[in-house]
């Protein structure tokens, strides 16, 4: 399930807002200039099918945000838990950063964790199956896909060198909590 925790920036154990509500959710990253939707796959797809197949499924997104946004490039990433690369590609954004180009992410399956910094607070957004994610462009965050990744998402770019990370050289993302799978999950 999908989850939104905001934090004041110097207080990682103390979240001011924990919510699972979709509409909430939307709301307060609205209100940061944060895209949030939810998406429904018009055939069944699953980790492992061809990009293009994912793809058709979301077809009708895909193009809607493509018209609206000028996206130039639409792939598709899988990441799997005995990627052997896993460490190395988890500790790629787990410092706080941002691009040079929005960062638009589609979550067909698995699940990730954005955190935001704006404003002197953090917004914590665990974004899982169905999620999409639309960071503007200069937002600092860092990105934590656990230590066992398993997700597949659909990534939007206008520019090739967009989402290059440009790190800031702070310590904050080191004071929030990384995402362990089961312990950033919101409690039912």
């Not at 979240?15 to 509409?23: E, I, M, N, V, W």
């Not at 998406?39 to 018209?67: F, K, N, S, T």
Request: glycine share 8%.
């Amino acid at each position: 399930m999908s989850r939104l925790r905001i934090f004041n920036d110097d207080a990682p154990q103390a979240p001011l807002l924990a919510t699972s509500d979709r509409g909430e959710i939307a709301g307060e990253l609205q209100a940061i200039g944060v895209g949030f939707e939810q998406w429904e796959a018009a055939q069944p797809v699953q980790p492992g099918d061809a990009p293009e197949a994912i793809m058709d499924a979301y077809r009708a997104d895909i193009d809607r945000l493509i018209e609206a946004n000028g996206f130039r490039t639409v792939d598709v990433v899988s990441i799997a838990p005995d990627n052997e690369n896993r460490e190395a590609m988890r500790a790629k954004f787990l410092d706080e950063h941002f691009h040079k180009e929005d960062e638009v992410r589609f979550f067909v399956a698995g699940s990730g964790l954005f955190t935001l910094h704006v404003g002197g607070k953090v917004y914590e957004m665990l974004c899982e199956a169905g999620d999409l994610i639309a960071v503007p462009d200069r937002m600092t965050h860092w990105f934590d896909m656990g230590p066992e990744p398993s997700f597949v998402a659909i990534r939007f770019f206008t520019e090739p060198d967009g989402w290059v990370g440009h790190f800031t050289g702070t310590d904050i993302a080191r004071q929030f909590p990384r995402y362990e799978i089961g312990q950033a999950r919101p409690s039912r």
